[in-house]
């Protein structure tokens, strides 16, 4: 069977940073070919790819993910009938939202409130985080006042009693138009397995290509009210930080993404057209965002020395393999320039191996003379032909006759 996949490998250096920590507030490692490694988890990075989409895509394409699920969708409800009071909106969000999904939604037990507390609104929530899409919610939004102008909470209860059509509605309103992330990075519906949506991207572990400690900063802070006479700092303390050179690795099932995002929705749009947005987005969102953690402290903002894009019809290839035997600091110090030729060797010699088609699209995307030994490897492009050359290749794979389109 013929499939698409987008393979995105990147080199990156970090300078001393802290972009992903554990509970301890210490940056990320793991044991690699013997070695312990910088690590930045898959969670990181694509909460940060999530995050660059805001950028890259309207707010219709994206989706919210939340517990507050009944204060989105009834902000919707309000929007479109504004004589709606503000807590009968939210008790008919909930109840939507429960017909739906069937998760409860309701509000949360609070101990020990004041007065202050008492008299607010309490929000209704899901037991867990909810992902839906800006057009399914929406959707919901006109279902939940359809027949109903009055956004009568009992009179949608009888409606979906007595109607098993507009029930139906209801659910499928969850289950369609799905956003750019969710298709990317799927969707789990603890109480309605049948609602989950298969992510078609798989982002690894991004790990250092060579040995890397953990070094802290120890700084002090001093009280702008101090006397010139009073000695000591206002405050003092240690944050845990390192520094390297980064092996990142993503990979796009474009067959699965076209799916969970369908076909356009336009009448003169090209059946093709959602995926290649999709696919161009989430090609220069991986490739440009960064994980903000201590970002302030640390304003460790680079960005890729070098990028390869494979787009493969097999299966997806990771080449870390390439760095289970760490790097070694070159003479002048630096580990950009060997880990480049130890992909140049490694990529072709891998491939001839498992017999992998030569006649793939790959693409280079490099930045200075230490990554040179990628050029003859593929296509050398810049960042914008790079994402025009994909949008291209994806509407020519998956719009061929006979494809998943």
């Not at 009834?74 to 009071?85: C, D, F, N, V």
């Not at 191996?353 to 003379?369: N, S």
């Amino acid at each position: 069977m013929t499939r698409t996949i987008l393979d995105i490998h990147i080199l990156q250096s970090v300078p001393p940073s802290n972009l992903n920590r554990d509970d301890t507030g210490t940056p990320k490692t793991a044991i690699y070919g013997g070695v312990r490694r910088a690590r930045v988890s898959s969670q990181a990075w694509k909460r940060a790819t999530r995050k660059a989409f805001g950028d890259l895509l309207p707010p219709s394409e994206l989706g919210v993910r939340t517990k507050k699920v009944a204060d989105a969708l009834a902000e919707r409800i309000t929007g479109l009938k504004p004589s709606l009071r503000a807590s009968a909106s939210i008790e008919l969000a909930a109840e939507v939202m429960h017909a739906a999904t069937g998760s409860k939604i309701a509000a949360p037990k609070r101990r020990g409130k004041g007065e202050a507390e008492a008299e607010r609104e309490p929000s209704h929530e899901s037991s867990y985080l909810m992902f839906l899409s800006s057009r399914q919610l929406d959707a919901l939004a006109v279902l939940a006042l359809e027949g109903n102008p009055g956004g009568d909470l009992k009179a949608f209860k009888e409606a979906l009693k007595n109607n098993k059509e507009y029930k139906a509605r209801v659910r499928d309103a969850v289950d369609s138009r799905h956003s750019v992330d969710i298709a990317l990075f799927g969707r789990m519906v603890a109480d309605s397995p049948d609602l989950n949506v298969e992510g078609a991207t798989q982002v690894a572990h991004a790990i250092g290509v060579h040995p890397s400690e953990i070094e802290s900063d120890y700084f002090t802070a001093v009280d702008d009210r101090s006397a010139d006479e009073e000695s000591g700092a206002g405050m003092i303390g240690t944050i845990d930080f390192n520094s390297a050179t980064l092996y990142r690795y993503a990979a796009v099932d474009l067959d699965e993404l076209h799916h969970n995002l369908g076909i356009g929705l336009q009448e003169n749009e090209h059946p093709t057209t959602p995926v290649q947005k999709a696919a161009s987005a989430f090609l220069e969102a991986f490739i440009t965002s960064l994980p903000t953690g201590k970002i302030n402290t640390f304003g460790n903002h680079t960005l890729p020395a070098a990028v390869i894009v494979k787009l493969r019809s097999q299966r997806p290839i990771s080449f870390v393999g390439a760095f289970e035997e760490p790097v070694r600091q070159a003479a002048e110090g630096g580990y950009v320039r060997e880990s480049c030729k130890r992909l140049a060797a490694y990529i072709p010699a891998l491939e001839r191996q498992y017999g992998v088609p030569d006649d793939q699209p790959t693409w280079i995307f490099r930045v200075g003379e230490e990554t040179r030994a990628l050029a003859e490897l593929g296509t050398e492009v810049t960042l914008g032909t790079l994402t025009k050359a994909v949008e291209d290749a994806v509407a020519e794979r998956l719009g061929a006759p006979g494809s998943a389109a």
